[in-house]
């Protein structure tokens, strides 16, 4: 059984930074394609940003594109979400989960574990 534990978020202010990690435990992460997701209060999940096994492969939702990087690090079983120029429309809870196939990415239905989420508010 695979188990995701994300961390890193918190409060920062517009166009600030953050980095969030997702660390797996169980199984090796070299199996697994991984996708970020994130919530806001009312609002539906939505896909962020999803990178392939091997690295070989990302995906960004348009919203983040040019502003997130997602990398993993399989050899330390971690995957990160860096987060640039944020803005007060990034705040959400962010979960990282894990797949086995690279395919329809940005489809939540499609991934087999999740974690539990990280907070992550941007204001002044």
């Known amino acids: 059984q695979l188990q995701l534990v994300e961390s890193g978020g918190g409060l920062v202010q517009p166009g600030g930074s953050l980095t969030l990690s997702c660390a797996a435990s169980g199984r090796s992460l070299d199996y697994y394609a991984i996708g970020w997701f994130r919530q806001a209060p009312g609002k539906e999940r939505e896909f962020v940003a999803s990178?392939?096994?091997?690295?070989?492969?990302?995906n960004y939702a348009d919203s983040v594109k040019g502003r997130f990087t997602i990398s993993r690090d399989n050899a330390n079983s971690t995957v990160y979400l860096q987060m640039n120029s944020l803005k007060p429309e990034d705040t959400a809870v962010y979960y990282c989960?894990?797949?086995?196939?690279?395919?329809?990415?940005?489809?939540?239905?499609?991934?087999?574990?999740w974690g539990q989420g990280t907070q992550v508010t941007v204001s002044s």
């Open positions: 990178i392939s096994r091997a690295s070989v492969v990302t």
């Open positions: 989960a894990a797949r086995g196939a690279y395919t329809n990415v940005v489809d939540s239905r499609g991934y087999n574990y």
